[in-house]
């Protein structure tokens, strides 16, 4: 689904609550209704004008971009094997397995070499600073 639709359908229920004041407005203060149409209206393009600058930018498609930190460094806090541990990025902390090494000790710095889903594939480093 394109951003452009996501952002329709979080407007529609706006547009429906708007619609349903002017129904109530007309039944049950007439005078009104011409006031009720212009503060409605103005209300829901303030509204819709604030979610377009705060939601939109967030929702455009993502498909297939997740947070990269490949090529990024950080320190490991639970020894990474072969099939699992700990590392922290950042003030991030990820599972990681390492694939050239046994075991990559509790402290040792590394950097992400790659992914599979939410798990780093990490390298060790040597006399590299973190960037931690």
Request: proline share 3%; glycine share 8%; hydrophobic share 50%.
């Amino acid at each position: 689904m394109s951003a452009r639709s996501k952002f329709v359908l979080i407007n529609l229920d706006d547009i429906a609550v708007a619609a349903v004041i002017l129904v109530i407005v007309y039944f049950l203060f007439p005078g009104y209704l011409l006031a009720a149409i212009v503060l409605v209206m103005i209300g829901l393009v303030v509204l819709i004008a604030a979610k377009y600058y705060l939601i939109y930018p967030v929702i455009g498609d993502t498909t297939g971009v997740v947070y990269d930190v490949v090529g990024k460094t950080g320190t490991v806090i639970r020894d990474v094997t072969t099939s699992d541990g700990r590392v922290r990025i950042g003030g991030e902390i990820w599972h990681a397995r390492c694939d050239e090494t046994d075991v990559i000790k509790t402290g040792s710095p590394v950097r992400v070499v790659g992914r599979d889903r939410l798990v780093l594939l990490v390298a060790p480093l040597e006399d590299e600073i973190t960037d931690e």
